[in-house]
């Protein structure tokens, strides 16, 4: 894949992480019990809509200049960031199996993304 696709494809995959995160914060905003109102006025839900929204469209961009066999694996990479950004924004605990889980992971995009 050329370098802009994977700079692209990488920051697909750093947007939907942070959208993980928005949708976490939108969890715990709502109230008990959870109301259509509650959930329409709910900032973080909406943010993370949107950015989910954008990145879509970003990953339809990528999928037409990249195989999606190529594509996909950085994805795993989600399985990474997500806990490293839980960890960072919200307090959550980062488990050296996770972080070992991570590198496998890695190790499995670098093989699946190269031709």
């Known amino acids: 894949m050329p ?3 994977i700079a692209l494809t990488l920051l697909c995959v750093l947007c939907i992480s942070l959208g993980q995160i928005l949708f976490k914060k939108a969890a715990a905003a ?8 509650a959930v329409v006025f709910n900032g ?3 943010a993370s ?3 989910y929204g954008l990145t879509t469209l970003g990953w339809v961009w990528i999928l037409r200049h990249a195989p999606l066999h190529l594509a996909y694996p950085f994805m795993g990479l ?6 490293t ?3 960072l924004f919200l307090g959550e605990p980062l488990r ?3 972080l070992a889980g991570g ?8 093989l699946a993304s190269t031709n």
């Open 30 to 37: 709502l109230t008990e019990p959870m109301t259509l109102q």
């Open 3 to 5: 370098n802009l696709t």
């Open 49 to 51: 809509l949107a950015l």
């Open 85 to 87: 950004l839980a960890w």
């Open 78 to 83: 989600a399985f990474l960031i997500v806990p």
């Open 44 to 46: 973080w839900l909406i």
């Open 103 to 110: 590198g496998l992971i890695m190790a499995g995009v670098a």
């Open 96 to 98: 050296w199996r996770t």
